[in-house]
């Protein structure tokens, strides 16, 4: 199996963390090279991937990731965000996380005239 992995500058990946876990991310592994260095950190929601690095030079600023969901109204449930049906056939959410990196969640309206 083939996919791809944003990786997401973060200033404090405790607090990252912490956010991404209100969507429903879990910590899957986290590298340190020794106490005091930057942190790596591995997160999923089911097939949804996602890396948050403290590492100066990894991601960037204005990155923009798009996560399909089953269901973004319950992604987001408890979350104070809008959640609109797109003309493109998608409901969607967008979110901004503590470092500035655009999180879009999105379904496919059931009134999507696509298959």
Do not use: K, Q
Not at 46 to 55: C, D, I, N, V, W
Not at 62 to 69: Q, S
Request: hydrophobic share 40%.
């Amino acid at each position: 199996m083939e996919y791809s992995v944003p990786i997401l500058h973060v200033a404090d990946a405790t607090i990252s963390v912490d956010w991404y876990g209100r969507l429903g991310f879990v910590v899957d592994w986290e590298h340190v090279f020794e106490p005091g260095l930057p942190r790596y950190v591995a997160l999923n929601r089911g097939p949804a991937r996602l890396h948050l690095s403290e590492h100066r030079l990894d991601g960037g600023e204005g990155t923009h990731v798009y996560v399909y969901a089953d269901d973004v109204d319950a992604v987001v449930s408890g979350v104070a965000v809008a959640v609109e049906d797109r003309p493109w056939g998608m409901r969607e959410a967008r979110l901004t996380d503590p470092d500035g990196n655009v999180i879009r969640l999105g379904t496919r309206s059931t009134d999507s005239i696509r298959d």
